[in-house]
Structures are given as structure tokens and as C-alpha cells.
């Protein structure tokens, strides 16, 4: 894997920061991220917003993506995503999403993403399309 990429990705990637995520596991198209559910997360008084959840089921499922296009010095971009809520997601919730990637070409990857709380239980579940570039086209500097 490509660690000065993936090290000016976690100094750019303010979004991620902004969730409070924190990456607990990465691999080569693997990656398992953790999250406390805190009231600016909230949609209500006790249910997290559902834009909450969709944003971390974008960051794992475009994390499992970038770890292992890394190994031929190519970012990734989200082209599209489906992600189903099967169960609420509350206040003081303990969530840990996990990303695989079940395909990948020379442009597009496809990548599983699911969501649980601290019970265990699938709270949302989904797939993922990204494309791969050139490192050179993007706006990050080595």
C-alpha cells in the first residue's frame, strides 16, 4: 500500500474528522471504521439523521476502495451508492461500519458496506460503484 498517499488522505480528508469517525482496521480492500452517535448527529431529540449514516457508509465504502487502488498509486471517487436503514440509530449509539470490496477493475470498484450498533445488529447495509484514477490527477501533493 501506498503509506504517503494514504498519509496525505488522512491529513486532507477533513470530512471524516467533521463525523468524529475513527478508522480502527484497514487492509488491502478492507476497512472497519468506528463512531459515537452524538447529539449534532441527531435528527431528533434521539434518532440519528439518516445523512449521518449515509455519510459513513460513503467514507467505509470509499476507504475500502482507496486501500487497495493505493497499490497502484490511484485514488478513488464515489459514482454512486444504495444504502437500506434496517434499524434506528440513536443518541450514545457505538456504530462500527465495515467496507469490502467484492470487485475490482481497471476503473471500477464495486464495494459492500455495512453498519452496526453496539449490539451487533445490521442498522444499514449497501453497495457501492467508485472509479479509480491516476494519483496525478488529482489535487493532493506528495
Known sequence: MNNKI????????QF???LDLILVEVKPG???YSVNVKKQHLATVKSA????ISAIFDQIVGTAALSQSLSE??????VEFKINYLKPVFLNDSLIGQGLVIKSGQRLYTVKGEIYNQNKELIATGIATLNAYPFEKSDMNI
Do not use: A, R
Open 73 to 78: 498509486d490511484k485514488l478513488v471517487s464515489t
Open 49 to 52: 439523521h439518516g445523512g449521518f
Open 16 to 18: 471524516g474528522k467533521f
Open 6 to 13: 494514504l498519509n496525505i488522505y488522512n491529513q486532507t480528508n
Open 30 to 32: 478492507q476497512v472497519k
